[in-house]
C-alpha cells in the first residue's frame, strides 16, 4: 500500500492490485466511532444498476448474465466505510517487514516453493520472472492462498459503482468481474476477495484479470482463485508486462561509506553501478558491488536503516502495489525463500531500540493482554481495534509512550510480570 513510504493497513484501492490481505489479515484498521454504515437506498440502487446495463462499459455483457447476477443484489453498506475511512494509524517500516517477512512466512514460502517447483521452473522459462520472486509475491499477498477475502466481488462492485467516491473506476471493475463470469473462469461461488475488488491468490482486480491473467494449467479457464499454475503465471505475466528483466536481480543491501550525501538517494534517480562503486558503496557485507544490473537507485527506507540499490525489477515490484515498503517486502521474501539458514533481519539493522513483532509474537501479545484481562477475542494475532485499546491501557499503566503500538519492548515487559519499570 504505500503511500509510498509508509503504509497505511486496509485503506489502499485505486490501484492495479489490491494487496495486503496477508497484512490486513494481522492488522485491522480500528473502528471508528463514526464508521457507521451509511442506510443505502434499494430502489437508487436498482435504478443504478438498471442504467448501468445499457452503459457502454457493460456492452460485453450479455442481458442474461447481468440479470442473474444483479436480479436479486442488494447493497453492501459496508464497502462505502472502508471506502471512506481515513487511516488513523500508521506502521513503521520495521514494523511492516516483521509482520510480512518472519519466520513463519519464509518457512511456508520454502515449502511452498519446493511443492511448486517445477512448474515454477516452466514459468520463470516462458516469462524470464525469477520463481523465488513468484512466490514473493503470493506469499506478501495471500499467505500463499491462505487469505483470500470473503466478500463477493459482484455486490461490492456493484455498491461502490453506485454509491461513493470513483463510481466510473468501479463501474469498469464491475464490467470486468461480470465478464469473468461470463466466461466461466471463475466459478461464481469462489469470485470473492477484499472489500475493493481484488481477489485471487495473488490479489488481481477483474480488470488486472483480463490484461494479465493466464490459463497456464490448459483446462481453459483463467483460474486464479484455485489454480495455483494458473496464479502463479498471471502474476509471472504482470511482472513481465511491468518490465521485468529475466537474469537481473531486483537489487541488493549495500554499505553506505562515512558520511555519504543522501541528496541523490531515490527509486527513480538510477545511475550506472559504476557511479556508486566510485562514491563507496560496497554490499553490506563489505564486498565490491557485483555488475548484475546495468543501473540502480538509491532506497534508504529509514534514514540511519539499511539502504538498498535497486534496479529495474524492483520497479516492477513497485507496480504491483505502487510501494517501496512493499516492493522491498517481496523483495526480501524471494531472496531468503531461495536461500537456506534461519534469521530474516538485513545487515544493517533498523534505526528502531523497538524493533517490530512477528506474527508469532503478535499472538504471544494478544495472550499477555488477555491474562490481563483485557477484552479482545482471541489471540489470533490481528491487532484491530480492541487490542490497540488494550496496548494503550498497558502502556500507561507501565508508563510507555501511549501510543497503541505493540513493540519488541512491551513484550518483553508483559512477558517478565508486567511490572512498571
Known amino acids: 500500500m504505500h503511500l509510498c513510504a509508509i503504509i497505511f493497513y486496509m485503506n489502499r484501492f485505486v490501484r492495479t492490485t489490491l494487496s495486503a490481505l496477508s497484512l490486513a489479515a494481522f492488522v485491522a484498521p480500528a473502528a471508528l466511532a463514526q464508521d457507521l454504515p451509511p442506510k443505502l437506498d434499494p430502489v437508487e440502487f436498482n435504478s443504478c444498476l438498471n442504467e448501468l446495463r445499457g452503459t457502454s462499459a457493460f456492452k ?3 442481458p442474461a448474465t447481468f440479470t442473474r447476477f444483479t436480479d436479486a443484489l442488494a447493497p453492501d453498506p459496508s464497502v462505502l466505510v472502508l471506502l471512506n475511512r481515513q487511516p488513523e494509524f500508521t506502521m513503521p517500516v520495521w514494523d511492516y517487514m516483521a509482520v510480512l517477512v518472519d ?23 516462458q516469462t524470464g ?27 461490492s462492485l456493484a455498491t461502490l459503482s453506485c454509491f461513493g467516491r470513483r463510481q466510473a473506476y468501479f463501474r469498469g471493475e464491475f464490467a470486468a468481474a461480470l465478464r469473468i463470469l461470463q466466461e466461466g473462469h471463475i466459478v461464481p461461488e ?15 482486480m477483474p480488470s488486472t484479470f483480463f490484461r494479465s491473467a493466464v490459463d497456464f494449467d490448459g483446462d481453459g479457464r483463467r483460474d486464479i482463485v484455485d489454480s495455483v499454475p494458473d496464479a ?12 521485468y528483466r529475466r537474469g537481473e536481480p531486483w537489487g541488493f543491501e549495500v554499505r553506505l561509506p562515512t558520511g555519504f550525501d543522501t541528496s541523490s538517494a531515490g527509486r527513480k534517480n538510477k545511475q550506472p553501478i559504476s557511479n556508486w562503486r566510485a562514491a563507496g558503496l560496497t554490499l553490506a557485507d563489505g564486498s565490491p558491488l557485483p555488475n548484475s544490473v546495468p543501473s540502480a537507485g538509491l532506497l534508504i527506507p529509514a534514514r540511519g536503516g539499511p539502504a538498498f540499490l535497486v534496479g529495474r525489477n524492483f520497479d516492477a515490484l513497485f507496480s504491483y502495489n505502487a510501494s517501496e515498503n512493499y516492493g522491498l517486502a517481496i523483495a526480501h521474501l524471494s531472496d531468503l525463500v531461495a536461500k537456506s539458514g534461519e534469521g530474516t533481519d538485513f545487515v544493517t539493522p533498523w534505526p528502531t531500540d ?8 503478535n499472538r504471544e501479545l494478544q495472550i499477555q493482554l488477555l491474562a490481563r484481562g483485557h477484552d479482545i477475542g482471541s489471540a489470533d494475532g490481528m491487532i484491530g481495534a480492541k487490542t490497540r485499546e488494550a496496548i494503550k491501557a498497558e502502556q500507561q499503566r507501565l508508563g510507555h509512550k501511549v501510543d497503541g503500538r505493540g513493540g519488541q519492548k512491551l513484550l518483553r515487559v508483559l512477558e517478565q510480570g508486567g511490572e512498571r519499570r
Do not use: M, Y
Open 60 to 62: 460485453a455483457i450479455t
Open 103 to 125: 519466520d513463519e512466512r519464509v518457512a511456508a514460502g520454502r515449502a511452498g516453493f519446493a511443492k511448486w517447483n517445477e512448474t515454477l521452473q516452466q514459468i520463470e522459462q
Open 129 to 155: 520472472v525469477a520463481a523465488n520472486v513468484i512466490v514473493g509475491v503470493w506469499g506478501v499477498e495471500s499467505n500463499f492462498g491462505q487469505n483470500l477475502g470473503g466478500r463477493p466481488l459482484v455486490q
Open 190 to 204: 469462489k469470485l470473492s476477495g477484499s472489500w475493493a475488488g481484488a481477489f485471487g491468490q495473488t490479489q488481481f
Open 232 to 243: 502463479l503465471a498471471s502474476t509471472a505475466k504482470f511482472l513481465q508486462n511491468a518490465g
Open 354 to 361: 523497538d524493533p517490530g513483532l512477528s506474527r508469532a509474537q
